[in-house]
T-cell receptor
Framework: EAQVTQNPRYLITVTGKKLTVTCSQN?????MSWYRQDPGLGLRQIYY???????DKGDVPEGYKVSRKEKRNFPLILESPSPNQTSLYFC?????????????FGQGTRLTVV | GENVEQHPSTLSVQEGDSAVIKCTYS??????FPWYKQELGKRPQLIID?????GEKKDQRIAVTLNKTAKHFSLHITETQPEDSAVYFC??????????????FGQGTILTVHP
């Protein structure tokens, strides 16, 4: 089954404790990205990757890191989480076919930083 | 970068009524116009999209119309049902551009359909 898988689904952590949220897709998509979703603010892009070893900042990259060493994986790293990073996070992938960049989303990761 | 605005932010209708959500964008190079639906507790999923060379597209009870000159596109839902209750997002894109990866979503519209 074609899918985007995020782990973990739920995470509660303490301020300053490094964490990684994993994202994996099995559709051979070049493009992957991370979003955070907060009430009233919609989906805001954190980082995106056009292909292996190619990443770039989205609209809200501060406090986050990413890497794209393999095509299927795009982990999100919070080196020193803070309470303002409490949010719902989504990973997405898409296959660029010229005119269609439909995004396929993972199930989401609800992160709470205390 | 792309500035995207959705209106209204919330919409409440009675079952059977029609609902219209409008998305305004700033980048005249945008050429792909999708709408995503996010049900409560679920992930966003594409429900309909349109390319810049098409003015309107319909799929059963939903349709999308595009006005490239005015830089806006709209989602139309007819004969609304309670299962249409969700948050809807637009995400206009320059699918052929070199920076197509930088995707900007609208703030979302919460649609509530009352039985």
């Amino acid at each position: 089954e074609a899918q985007v898988t995020q782990n973990p689904r739920y995470l509660i952590t303490v301020t300053g404790k490094k964490l990684t949220v994993t994202c994996s897709q099995n559709m051979n998509h070049e493009y992957m990205s991370w979003y955070r979703q907060d009430p009233g603010l919609g989906l805001r892009q954190i980082y995106y990757s056009m292909n292996v070893e190619v990443t770039d900042k989205g609209d809200v990259p501060e406090g986050y890191k990413v890497s794209r060493k393999e095509k299927r994986n795009f982990p999100l790293i919070l080196e020193s989480p803070s309470p303002n990073q409490t949010s719902l996070y989504f990973c997405a992938s898409s296959l660029r076919t010229g005119w269609n960049t439909e995004a396929f989303f993972g199930q989401g990761t609800r992160l709470t930083v205390v | 970068g792309e500035n995207v605005e959705q209106h209204p932010s919330t919409l409440s209708v009675q079952e059977g009524d029609s609902a219209v959500i409008k998305c305004t964008y700033s980048d005249s190079a945008s050429n792909y116009f999708p709408w995503y639906k996010q049900e409560l507790g679920k992930r966003p999923q594409l429900i309909i999209d349109i390319r810049s060379n098409v003015g309107e597209k319909k799929d059963q009870r939903i349709a999308v119309t595009l006005n490239k000159t005015a830089k806006h596109f709209s989602l139309h839902i007819t004969e609304t049902q309670p299962e249409d209750s969700a948050v809807y997002f637009c995400a206009p894109t320059n699918a052929g551009g070199t920076s197509y990866g930088k995707l900007t979503f609208g703030q979302g519209t919460i649609l509530t359909v009352h039985p």
